[in-house]
Every structure is written in C-alpha cells, then in structure tokens.
C-alpha cells in the first residue's frame, strides 16, 4: 500500500512519524516522545542510546541485559555492581563466598592495581600524587616539605638533606657546613708564636 503523503512508522508506537518529530536510531525512526528504554523507560538522545536488534535500551540497562555478569561488572570506574537484573528478568547464580583468614598474605586488590601508596617521612602517612613532592629521593607532603630546624617552607631551589632529613640551605650551612676562619664562624683561637 503506498504511503501517501505521511513519513516511516515509529520503532516503539507504530504511529506515523513526520519529519519534524524524527529521531532515526539504527534504521529506524522515532517520535522524540517514544524515544525511551525499554527497561526503564528513561528518555534517550544520540549519546545515552544503545541498540540491540529492534529494542534501544540506555546504556546501563543495555549493560545489565547484554554486557558481562557477574561480581565486580559495575557500572563506572571502581564501581561493584550488586544489581542482579531481576527487574530485567535475568538470572544471575551467585557462588558461595570463599572463607577469608584473618591474615592475608597477599596485597588487596587496591595496592595491586595501583600500588602500594609511599609513606611520608615526616609524619609517616601515606602520600599519594596530589601532595607529593620530591626531597632527598623520598616522598614528602606539601605541608612536611619543610625545614627540620626552622620550619621554613622548602622549594627544589632551597632544600639539602642530610641522613634522610630536610633543611634550607641557611640552616644546613649553619649546622652541618664548614667551620672555621672564613667560614661566619670561629671555632677555635690561632695562636700567635713571638
């Protein structure tokens, strides 16, 4: 029968969609009013949209329905899914825990994937990228990055170490650098032979 004069057939509602209200997805084409999941019924655009076969799903319910199942299959970054897709009608068989011992000589999965954080010097806390700064080949916090006996704030053009602690170089030279006549300080007196 031909089409006089009205545009292709909505995916969802089958009604007749004009060129004015068109959303096209995967040959197809939509109302913008029917353009939702067909899990949770949450409006889609171009970006959120996921289609399998006939159906268009968001990307979450696209993942719960098709994507991999089972624990630790989130749904972002560092995320531990504990939906199981009932809502979905998806059967999911979840295995007896392991029993844990109390000590554990393997490292968590947090210092396996990212590594063991390094430990400031100064307070001995953990001291991750944001803070860190380098001195004397150790890691430091901003706020500890300081002098040992003077408290100033430290910078890469200022600092000395010495046996794993931190100093300005007024205070190093004081301190630890040469003594003598000529050196700001007399230590001890020259006598004169006549």
């Given at each position: 029968?031909?089409?006089?004069?009205?545009?292709?057939?909505?995916?969802?509602?089958?009604?007749?969609?004009?060129?004015a209200?068109?959303?096209q997805?995967?040959?197809?084409?939509?109302?913008k009013t029917?353009?939702?999941?067909?899990?949770?019924?949450?409006?889609?655009?171009?970006?959120?949209v996921?289609?399998?076969?006939?159906?268009?799903?968001?990307k979450?319910?696209?993942?719960?329905?098709?994507?991999?199942?089972?624990?630790?299959?989130?749904?972002?970054?560092?995320?531990?899914?504990?939906?199981?897709?009932?809502?979905?009608?998806?059967?999911?068989?979840?295995?007896?825990?392991?029993?844990?011992?109390?000590?554990?000589?393997?490292?968590s999965?947090?210092?396996?994937?990212?590594?063991?954080?390094?430990?400031?010097?100064?307070?001995?806390?953990?001291?991750?990228?944001?803070?860190?700064?380098?001195?004397?080949?150790?890691?430091?916090h901003k706020?500890?990055?300081?002098?040992?006996?003077?408290?100033?704030?430290?910078?890469?053009?200022?600092?000395?170490?010495?046996?794993?602690?931190?100093?300005?170089?007024?205070?190093?030279?004081?301190?630890?650098?040469?003594?003598?006549i000529?050196?700001?300080?007399?230590?001890?007196q020259?006598?004169?032979?006549?």
């Amino acid at each position: 029968m031909p089409n006089w004069g009205g545009g292709a057939k909505c995916g969802a509602c089958e009604k007749t969609v004009y060129h004015a209200e068109e959303i096209q997805c995967n040959g197809r084409s939509f109302h913008k009013t029917c353009f939702h999941c067909m899990a949770c019924r949450k409006a889609l655009d171009s970006t959120t949209v996921a289609a399998h076969e006939s159906e268009i799903y968001c990307k979450i319910c696209y993942g719960r329905r098709y994507g991999p199942k089972g624990i630790g299959y989130g749904q972002g970054a560092g995320c531990l899914s504990t939906d199981t897709g009932e809502h979905l009608g998806l059967q999911f068989q979840q295995s007896p825990k392991p029993a844990r011992s109390a000590t554990t000589s393997n490292p968590s999965k947090f210092t396996a994937k990212f590594g063991e954080s390094e430990k400031c010097p100064r307070c001995g806390k953990s001291v991750y990228a944001a803070e860190k700064v380098m001195g004397g080949g150790k890691p430091w916090h901003k706020t500890c990055f300081r002098c040992a006996i003077c408290g100033k704030s430290l910078e890469s053009t200022n600092v000395t170490d010495k046996d794993g602690e931190l100093y300005c170089k007024v205070c190093y030279a004081k301190n630890f650098g040469p003594t003598g006549i000529g050196f700001g300080g007399l230590t001890h007196q020259v006598e004169k032979k006549e």
